[in-house]
């Protein structure tokens, strides 16, 4: 039996193992499909690879999208988030509008934040459009920026304000002072001051009596007034020269009025005002030292318009408070030195800049050397013994 079964094993082993390469055969990407498929997996290539002896060409890649036409994707993207999208996303729309560096889309775009800004009732939304199209000084949202300045949101009219600014919108001038004229100026916000800085930008010398009745009137907003006082400071006129030296000189003016009378003199460069501004200066020099440390920040900023000007005896009144233990006085009287550039003043930012004990002040004292065209090397470490902690 077990002879039998031995001899009927070798009989049939044969045609077992046919069969069985038969079937592999068949398989898809055999390595038994003969001599051609063994080799083509050695090559890399496959049977389906050749045909009529010839070799397929490879696949291409997906070609990358261009430059530009990733920029259609992300205008195209805005245009319809504008439409559709929530209003969290609609503002992060028109941010990406900057972004674009195709000035056909942008000014696309830039058509549709105008129609947006006709209807739209989400303040922010408007906000981010008349900001984005005065950054891109569209002039197209103009006219809407005007008509929102009747917005009820005070923000929304804001924006517009100081859109119609970035677009230089003079002709929206007379709307603007039209708006300040019917304001209650007794109560201060951000669009009083928005219409104030922007016409002082138009140089609105038209609002001069508005002005000077506003400053006399004391209900006027004590902020309001400062902002008026610095309004006339951007206006080369004579009528506004005679108001900012008379609240200069006016003793009982309000100290921060008259600082900023005299800022804006210097602005101006009201060189016949060098007499009277001495005169100050002498008489806070003469009081006693609790009454002169109330009117420190007349004193600086009357300093500062002499050096402005170019005034040679502005320099002794600066070494003076280079000399003070406050750290913001010694700051400010460096910064003035801009505006005195001779050896003098050379010689003493080039000590300050290394053996002073601030490093803001030191900081400060460089940059001005390197303003003068002076070279002035690296920044020194801390002088030795001397205590940065110190600093008021």
């Not at 920026?145 to 919108?169: C, F, H, P, W």
């Not at 928005?194 to 609105?204: D, E």
């Not at 002498?282 to 005034?311: T, W």
């Not at 900081?363 to 002088?383: C, F, H, N, Q």
Request: aromatic letters at 6%; charged letters at 35%.
């Amino acid at each position: 039996m077990h002879k039998n079964s031995s001899s009927y094993s070798r009989m049939f082993l044969p045609l077992i193992i046919s069969a069985a390469l038969t079937i592999l055969a068949a398989l898809p990407g055999s390595v038994v499909r003969g001599q051609e498929s063994v080799k083509g997996s050695k090559t890399g290539k496959t049977i389906a690879e050749k045909k009529n002896g010839k070799i397929a060409p490879p696949q291409k890649k997906k070609e990358e999208p261009t430059a530009a036409e990733k920029e259609e994707k992300i205008a195209q993207w805005i245009m319809d988030t504008l439409d559709f999208g929530i209003n969290r996303d609609r503002r992060e729309a028109i941010n990406k509008i900057l972004t674009l560096k195709n000035t056909d889309l942008k000014s696309k775009l830039g058509g549709k934040l105008v129609g947006i800004l006709k209807d739209e009732t989400d303040p922010d939304v408007a906000i981010k459009a008349i900001t984005i199209l005065g950054e891109m000084k569209d002039a197209r949202g103009t006219e809407e920026m005007i008509r929102r300045l009747d917005d009820q949101s005070e923000d929304v009219r804001t924006s517009a304000v100081y859109g119609l600014k970035n677009l230089d919108a003079r002709s929206a001038k007379d709307n603007l002072i039209a708006k300040l004229e019917k304001e209650d100026l007794s109560k201060h916000n951000n669009f009083i001051e928005s219409l104030i800085n922007t016409l002082g930008a138009f140089k609105a010398e038209e609002m001069i009596p508005f002005t000077e009745k506003a400053l006399e009137s004391d209900k006027t907003h004590e902020a309001i007034r400062e902002y008026l006082v610095l309004f006339l400071g951007r206006l080369d006129s004579k009528k506004s020269k005679d108001i900012l030296l008379k609240l200069y000189k006016d003793e009982d003016e309000e100290l921060t009025v008259r600082s900023y009378a005299v800022n804006s003199i210097a602005k101006l460069k009201i060189g016949e005002a060098a007499g009277d501004i001495k005169q100050v200066l002498s008489d806070i020099e003469s009081y006693n030292f609790d009454k002169r440390k109330k009117y420190y920040s007349l004193y600086i900023y009357s300093v500062a318009a002499l050096a402005s000007m170019g005034d040679k005896d502005a320099v002794p009144k600066l070494m003076s408070t280079l000399r003070s233990d406050n750290t913001s006085v010694r700051l400010k009287a460096v910064l003035m030195l801009k505006d005195l550039k001779n050896e003098r003043t050379i010689d003493i930012l080039k000590y300050r800049m290394k053996y002073d004990p601030s490093r803001k002040v030191r900081k400060a004292a460089r940059s001005v050397l390197k303003e003068y065209g002076i070279e002035v090397g690296d920044e020194e470490k801390t002088p030795e013994g001397q205590d940065e902690q110190s600093e008021d």
